[in-house]
């Protein structure tokens, strides 16, 4: 069965600085993989997917992310941080075979002006 | 634009009682899925359905049962609540086929406690 791990609960950065969220998952062929941003009050919206290809996928709202298979990681990446980018983002992996998609614990990202 | 709509968003509800929790989305959607959502624990799988009538159990089914008789609604059933049941609970849809071939579609949510 796969599974991912965010290692980081809660990030503060400052606005205009960078961010990276890490994750990581476990899955024994090929994996499908997702990040998703929820901001309060508000259902998850998908902000970029891997399925096969260039290993660096660009996303939504200037969010960019980077497949390493060597290292089982998905990380995302936003060059510099918007206040509006204050929310919980979830990493996400699924598998061809399967319906069901599996998400990680979230990291909390927080804006300091 | 998909909308999936989840038709409380909050409800109070006392140990014993049955609560339905409804959604209903309205693109004609083949899979819809039933999440619960808690702090540290991100989104866990309750239930899910790719077709009317059919359902298949996610990683954690137990409290809970779940209806779908019509593609567009899938109504989550807690026979008899309980206090462990208070949570976020997250309604999600996507198109035709194995969920990795498109995205997931998601409700804003249904806060539920359980006094």
């Not at chain 1, 290692?7 to 950065?13: F, L, W």
């Not at chain 1, 994996?31 to 891997?50: C, H």
């Not at chain 2, 009538?53 to 779908?68: A, C, F, Q």
Request: aromatic fraction near 12%.
């Amino acid at each position: 069965a796969q599974s991912v791990t965010q290692p980081d609960i809660h990030i503060t950065v400052s606005e205009g600085a960078s961010l990276e969220l890490r994750c990581n998952y476990s899955y024994g062929a090929t994996p499908y993989l997702f990040w998703y941003v929820q901001s309060p009050g508000q259902g998850l919206q998908l902000l970029l997917k891997y399925f096969s290809g260039d290993t660096l996928v660009q996303g939504i709202k200037g969010f960019e992310a980077e497949f390493k298979r060597s290292q089982s990681s998905f990380n995302l990446r936003k060059p510099s941080v918007h206040w509006s980018d204050a929310a919980e983002y979830f990493c996400a992996v699924g598998a061809s075979n399967d319906y069901k998609l599996s998400f990680g614990a979230g990291t909390t990202v927080t804006v300091r002006a | 634009d998909v909308k999936v709509t989840q038709s409380s968003r909050y409800l109070v509800k006392r140990t014993g009682e049955k609560v339905f929790l409804e959604c209903v989305q309205d693109m004609d959607h083949e899979n819809m899925f039933w999440y619960r959502q808690d702090p540290g624990l991100g989104l866990r799988l309750i239930y899910f359905s790719y077709d009317v009538k059919m359902k298949e159990k996610g990683d954690i089914p137990e409290g809970y049962s779940v209806s779908r008789e019509k593609k567009e609604r899938f109504s989550l059933i807690l026979e008899s609540a309980s206090t462990n049941q208070t949570s976020m609970y997250l309604c999600a849809s996507s198109q035709e086929g194995r969920i990795n071939t498109g995205e997931l579609f998601f409700g804003e949510g249904s806060r539920l406690t359980v006094l």
